[in-house]
């Protein structure tokens, strides 16, 4: 999947019945995002409301954004927080944003924020968003400790200590075998 990150590709699909006149031909576009490439929403609302305003919230953000611009927005859910809770007045809902191509994570950042578009203050106000934040949470590189450093040192003069006292061990039992 790695070759069609961030991107799209058309299917041709092609329906036939037993009359000859019987054919319909479609084309299907079938986008291609990980969870890395979305945004969310995040309402202050629980999802049952959510739902039901979904479709003229997105139909609104579209207007606000322009012709180009379409909104796909996946399911609503309990907002999770980011210590793992559920968070059951809230509701999170990750969404994308296509035009004549995918826009990458900070496109969308930059598109959606209230100081590039003052528009949507009014529309977020509205329909109760606290804010847009990344879908899939931050993966922050892991950070070596002292600690982790102090255990490794530890290690590799336990490792480097056991080789020499197996050197040792081995000439002091020939010096041994030689004196008896």
Same mark, same amino acid.
């Given at each position: 999947?790695?070759?069609?990150? +961030?991107?799209?590709?058309?299917?041709?699909?092609?329906?036939?019945?037993?009359?000859?006149?019987?054919?319909?031909?479609? +084309?299907?576009?079938?986008?291609?995002?990980?969870?890395?490439?979305?945004?969310?929403?995040? /309402?202050?609302?629980?999802?049952?409301?959510?739902?039901?305003?979904?479709? +003229?919230?997105?139909?609104?953000?579209?207007?606000?954004?322009?012709?180009?611009?379409?909104?796909?927005?996946?399911?609503?859910?309990?907002?999770?927080?980011? +210590?793992?809770?559920?968070? /059951?007045?809230?509701?999170?809902?990750?969404?994308?944003?296509?035009?004549?191509?995918?826009?990458?994570?900070?496109?969308?950042?930059?598109?959606?924020?209230?100081?590039?578009?003052?528009?949507?203050?009014?529309?977020?106000?509205?329909?109760?968003?606290?804010?847009?934040?990344?879908?899939?949470? /931050?993966?922050?590189?892991?950070?070596?400790?002292?600690?982790?450093?102090?255990?490794?040192?530890?290690?590799?003069?336990?490792?480097?200590?056991?080789?020499?006292?197996?050197?040792?061990?081995?000439?002091?039992?020939?010096?041994?075998?030689?004196?008896?």
């Amino acid at each position: 999947m790695a070759d069609f990150y +961030d991107g799209y590709f058309t299917i041709k699909v092609s329906a036939s019945n037993r009359e000859p006149d019987g054919r319909a031909f479609t +084309d299907v576009k079938v986008y291609v995002v990980r969870d890395r490439g979305l945004m969310k929403f995040v /309402f202050s609302v629980p999802p049952g409301e959510v739902r039901m305003a979904l479709p +003229d919230f997105k139909a609104e953000v579209e207007q606000v954004l322009g012709n180009p611009v379409a909104l796909n927005i996946y399911d609503t859910q309990f907002l999770s927080k980011r +210590d793992g809770s559920l968070d /059951f007045s809230a509701t999170s809902s990750c969404f994308q944003l296509v035009g004549a191509r995918t826009f990458d994570i900070k496109e969308m950042e930059r598109i959606m924020s209230l100081e590039s578009n003052p528009k949507m203050e009014a529309l977020y106000k509205k329909y109760n968003v606290q804010s847009v934040q990344r879908c899939a949470p /931050f993966l922050a590189k892991a950070e070596v400790t002292w600690v982790q450093l102090c255990v490794l040192g530890i290690a590799a003069f336990i490792g480097v200590a056991s080789v020499i006292s197996g050197c040792v061990l081995c000439c002091s039992y020939n010096r041994w075998q030689r004196i008896r």
